[in-house]
């Protein structure tokens, strides 16, 4: 196993087996095996209509599996409901920047604090000194601690990208699944999110889709090329590169 | 200030807003309106109940309810019951084939009172059924429909099923319920003459109390980080789902509060016009009341109460000096609101009314415009006004 630190880890956090998606007979995912490792950041490349963003859906409940398990550290997330599997310790990141517009900076991070998540839960949630300082503490990491009180509409696109990590980040969770994070990035925007992302991955596993090379180049501890809804190789990032089978996929036709 | 009551009053534009609206419907309607007048506001009072329940459910929520009528009519419903058996006792029923039930149940046949009907000899049952008969209710539509996601027109389309269904069974079930006519003839509350200039009066007062509550409780749910998860929902709703939270519950939640509040506006409709008809259950009455909501903006509870007596202002008006042309009124009204003022009077108000007053205030000088941002955030304070990087 291509583990970043060169150890065998004891057991991914996420093992997808056999998972297999049919939309009126098409595949949009065939037989698809993924492992993630614990503290890897794992990243999923492919042409487009590979089905990498349905592989992300169906982790997160979005889409229902019509084969197939996913194991989360032990917890079948095929048969859960979105918000358990979020409960659980997943968090996803959507292709396009998905915040709360016309809420500050604070309020759409203190949204996704897990606490006052049922209805009278929220209905009676106090926004305590430990909460301020959770919303304080993480809009520094994603570089907004300047921003707390700015509508968030008003970011810029980059910006708003970070803020929905951070928003995931806020649930504190295992798994952190993101969609395209450097889509429509300026290049200083791309290098500070790689190293946001190399910052947060300390103790939590990663999942990217990403068409970057270069930025998958900086971030990745393993490369999954997807092609047709199947695993077409998998390895460091070197050698996904050179595989002919990829460089058939992506340059051959 | 107390945060609590800060939350209950919505800061210092709220608590004005609202001493203006009390000091309307307790102070200057009672002395400047006859009786006959007070007890008609009193009856459009009862609709702005509605119309505050779908500010929660329609502006905040996003649910929209055509079919409010139903929860309005049950409220209604369980309260004419009462009053009437209390209307129906032996002495004064003798001259039926079974004294001591409801008239029309005599006229039908009818000779032991339903097991329905046996619970609203208390009168504390028939406050608890006032809301609790609407919340079940609301609460098997909500499951039903949010749970398996159904939302937006089709959600409107099955309450607009639901309020005609329950008016066909309401007229079919005549021995029950008294048909098309309703539940007429209502006399006392506890041998108290409800009928009399000075219990009006009374309930008059009783009603606006009430209605000032349900704004303080849907007021503090929006305050809450729930009223702000709604938002986020209305515009968000796969981020907030995907944030840890059972969507479904939240709207189920908010959909009960607006039958809630339509429960109690019917019920003291009961009260105060003296009986319940299937005509106040239907779809029509049912787009009227969002109608009110949507006249008197459906983000602004104090707005829903405004457009309530002002529709209804137009409707006394208009339907007594054209009554055939009230309807298309009606329509081309919604359709104006909808169309160029989607926030209603609320909405004018707030773009409009604000500038002219400060205008008035300060002497004229050259008017700063705020940027749209702080116009749409309120009152929050703007240490940064530069333009984003």
Known sequence: MNSPAGFQAAKPVLAIEGLTVSFDGFKAVNDLNLYVDRNEVHVVIGPNGAGKTTVLDLICGKTRATAGSIDFDGRELTKMREYDIVRAGVGRKFQNPSIYENLTVFENLEMSYPAGRKVFGALFFKRTQEVIERVEQVAQEIMLGDHLHRQAELLSHGQKQWLEIGMLLMQDPQLLMLDEPVAGMSVSERVATADLLNRISQGRSVLVIEHDMEFVKSIAHRVTVLHQGKVLAEGSMEAVQSNPKVIEVYLGH | ?389
């Open chain 2, 1 to 389: 200030m107390n945060p609590t009551l800060d939350k209950l009053l919505g800061g210092k534009q709220g608590a004005i807003g609202l001493a203006l609206l009390a000091a309307l419907i307790l102070v200057v309607f009672p002395l400047a309106l006859d009786a006959f007048r007070l007890n008609m506001v009193g009856k459009y009072l009862t609709y702005a109940f509605v119309a505050v329940g779908l500010v929660l459910c329609w502006g905040y929520g996003g649910i929209l309810s055509l079919g409010q009528g139903i929860f309005f009519g049950l409220g209604g419903y369980c309260m004419a019951m009462f009053l009437k058996l209390e209307a129906s006792d032996p002495e004064r029923t003798k001259i039926q084939s079974t004294p001591g039930i409801p008239d029309f149940m005599d006229w039908n046949q009818i000779t032991e009172l339903p097991l329905l009907w046996e619970p609203f000899h208390s009168l504390s049952f028939t406050l608890i059924a006032v809301v609790v008969v609407p919340v079940l209710l609301a609460l098997v539509i909500g499951i039903a429909m949010f749970k398996r996601r159904v939302g937006d027109v089709y959600f409107s389309i099955v309450t607009q099923a639901i309020a005609l269904i329950l008016t066909v069974l309401i007229i079919g079930q005549q021995g029950l319920t008294g048909g098309v006519n309703g539940i007429t003839d209502l006399r006392t509350l506890k041998g108290w003459d409800i009928r009399s200039d000075e219990a009006k009066l009374i309930l008059y007062f009783v009603s606006a109390a009430l209605l000032i509550g349900c704004i303080l409780i849907a007021r503090f749910i929006i305050a809450s980080k729930l009223g702000r998860l709604l938002l986020a929902m209305r515009d968000k709703e796969e981020r907030v789902r995907f944030s840890g939270y059972d969507v479904a519950s939240f709207k189920i939640f908010v959909f009960c509060v607006g039958a809630a509040f339509a429960g109690i506006g019917g019920a003291m409709f009961t009260l105060q016009v003296g009986f319940m008809s299937p005509s106040f259950v239907g779809i029509v009455p049912s787009i009227e009341m969002v109608i009110f909501a949507a006249v008197g903006g459906r983000l602004s509870l104090l707005g829903a109460v405004y457009g309530a007596l002002l529709v209804n202002f137009g409707k006394t008006y208009f339907s007594e000096s054209f009554p055939e042309l009230w309807l298309y009124l009606m329509g081309g009204l919604f359709i104006v609101v909808v169309m160029y003022f989607p926030n209603g009077l609320a909405g004018l108000w707030d773009s409009h009314g604000k500038r002219c007053l400060a205008r008035l205030r300060r002497k004229p000088q050259v008017l700063v415009t705020p940027p749209p941002a702080v116009i749409a955030t309120g009152k929050r304070p703007t240490p940064e006004l530069e333009t984003t990087p």
